[in-house]
């Protein structure tokens, strides 16, 4: 059964960082992308970035582009979402997920999630 378990949220003032991880298990992490979403109170859940099995493609949503940077490890089956120059706007819960793809297209693409970990940025 696949787990991913992220690590790395918290409390940040405005245009401070976080790193935030997920460590996978139960299958081979290097075969499948992995992507990162977000979910605001009283909002949908949305794309923030995403990353091919190999590394070889990164994508971005466009209102963190320049800011996040996706990353992964395959040898630690663990995927990173640096975040840099925090904005409030920032704020949410962000979820690891993983396809059974090489490369994310869609959210119909992800089939196994995380439970998510808090990232709040203060003004």
């Known amino acids: 059964q696949v787990q991913l378990v992220e690590s790395g949220g918290g409390l940040v003032q405005a245009g401070g960082s976080l790193r935030l991880s997920c460590a996978a298990s139960?299958?081979?992490?290097?075969?499948?992308?992995m992507a990162w979403f977000r979910q605001a109170p009283g909002k949908e859940r949305e794309f923030v970035a995403a990353i091919s099995w190999n590394a070889g493609s990164t994508r971005y949503a466009e209102s963190v582009k320049g800011r996040f940077t996706i990353s992964r490890d395959n040898g630690k089956s663990t995927v990173y979402l640096q975040m840099n120059s925090l904005k409030p706007e920032d704020t949410a819960v962000y979820y690891c997920?993983?396809?059974?793809?090489?490369?994310?297209?869609?959210?119909?693409?992800?089939?196994?999630w995380g439970q998510g970990t808090q990232v709040t940025v203060s003004s």
């Open positions: 997920a993983t396809t059974d793809t090489y490369v994310y297209s869609t959210m119909r693409d992800i089939h196994y």
């Open positions: 139960g299958r081979t992490f290097s075969r499948y992308a």
